[in-house]
């Protein structure tokens, strides 16, 4: 895209017509080569255009606004059937609490991104298989594939909310980061909300309180649950209409905590040499290594997703990749541990499980590994990295469909 840039400044329309064909694209690219075309007057008017940033806050339209109450609706709704119901709530919010979120999600980004009616009826119809699926399994509490299902099922419909996003782009690579963008982004405002929501509850019962009126039972059961439904459509609608907000925060929690990761991983690597707990015996120590990797893997993944707009700082990338080199050795003990307990004790819907996931995990690494070396030795761009980030999550998609739907068949729902 950097040449057709420089070969249409001079021609208005047909650079309008590449910024709105894929615009975070167009917006990085033109960032790359503005230091060698500044001196073009269309240049100059784009590059204040890109970088304009509101200091308002927008409601964005109307129609917007309708669709994101009706949106949030749906999601106390949903969160509220064992109340309307009768539904016993320890057999439905494990199985279906995810469609509280990504349905109504996947309906906001349909909506936004105009999406086909065929693409819409399609993704339809694999949340309606899906939580058909989910709520026919056997209702066994110590069922390990059970557990795994329920766990793994947010993550299939997070996937299916990501093909809605790319709207007919599922292929660009730059919109799948864009995606895992979006999902840091999200992660921080809801957390915002969630917190703002917990001192507007305690300001609210504390007032009523004085008054000698106890409503807490009420508050919780028909306010505070459709409030906690509505905080994921929310903070996309925030984001959505103010990038400009949650844009600058991400960014700075990424530089904050790598280093801080960095610092605490590796000590907690030599702490673990001069004490008896092993891995390899002890099943709740595997249980909290594998936390700990899939934690630093997503300190790894959005730090480079939130730096890739601009060109990396050499200490930053720096410190990326000893954060990779120290991730993968955890990954290696963590890979070794759970091949160990399989050779120990023999084959188990977990094991399994956590090993496909850390096989993944260690190739993905690798290759953010190798593509942050290059940059360092070779001072190549974030490109390489950032692929070897979303051409991956097709891969993860697929193991998640195997654990999800095939290993309750395969393990005869044990």
């Not at 496909?356 to 942050?372: D, K, Q, T």
């Amino acid at each position: 895209m950097k040449e057709d840039i420089k070969h249409n400044l001079d021609k208005p329309k047909q650079l309008e017509a590449l910024y709105r064909e894929d615009k975070s694209t167009f917006k990085k690219e033109f960032g790359l080569i503005y230091s060698e075309i500044e001196d073009h007057k269309a240049a100059q008017i784009w590059h204040a255009r890109l970088n304009f940033e509101r200091d308002d806050l927008s409601l964005g339209s109307p129609k917007e606004l309708i669709v994101v109450v009706i949106a949030s609706l749906i999601a106390g709704l949903i969160a509220k059937l064992p109340d309307l119901t009768g539904i016993n709530p320890e057999y439905f919010y494990p199985r279906n609490i995810a469609f509280a979120v990504f349905p109504v999600l996947t309906i906001y980004f349909a909506w936004k991104q105009t999406v086909q009616l065929k693409q819409i009826a399609i993704v339809s119809g694999i949340i309606l298989i899906s939580a058909i699926y989910i709520n026919l399994l056997p209702d066994n509490s110590q069922s390990d594939t059970l557990i795994l299902a329920c766990i793994h099922l947010p993550l299939f419909l997070w996937a299916v909310l990501g093909t809605t996003f790319l709207g007919n782009k599922l292929n660009n690579l730059r919109k799948r980061l864009d995606f895992l963008i979006y999902n840091g982004d999200l992660l921080v405002i809801s957390a915002l909300l969630f917190i703002a929501g917990g001192l507007f509850t305690a300001v609210t019962l504390g007032l009523f309180e004085l008054i000698d009126l106890n409503i807490e039972e009420f508050y919780f059961q028909q306010i505070a649950i459709w409030g906690a439904a509505a905080i994921p459509v929310v903070g996309t609608y925030l984001i959505q209409t103010n990038p400009h907000l949650v844009g600058k925060v991400s960014p700075v929690i990424a530089k904050i905590f790598t280093p801080i990761v960095l610092v605490m991983l590796a000590i907690y690597l030599i702490a673990v040499l001069y004490t008896d707990k092993s891995p390899y015996s002890d099943r709740e120590f595997l249980l909290m290594f594998n936390i700990l990797l899939i934690a630093v893997m997503a300190i790894i993944l959005f730090s480079i997703a939130e730096s890739s707009n601009k060109q990396f700082q050499k200490m930053n990338t720096v410190m990326l990749f000893v954060l990779s080199i120290l991730t993968i050795v955890l990954n290696g003990i963590a890979l070794s541990a759970i091949l160990f307990r399989i050779a120990e004790w023999g084959i188990t819907p977990n094991r399994v499980a956590v090993l496909g996931a850390n096989i993944l995990i260690l190739s993905n690494l690798l290759l953010v590994a190798v593509g942050l070396f290059k940059m360092l030795k070779y001072n190549h761009q974030s490109e390489h990295v950032e692929s070897s980030i979303t051409s991956f999550l097709p891969i993860y998609v697929l193991w998640i469909v195997v654990v999800t739907f095939i290993f309750p068949i395969v393990f005869n729902f044990k």
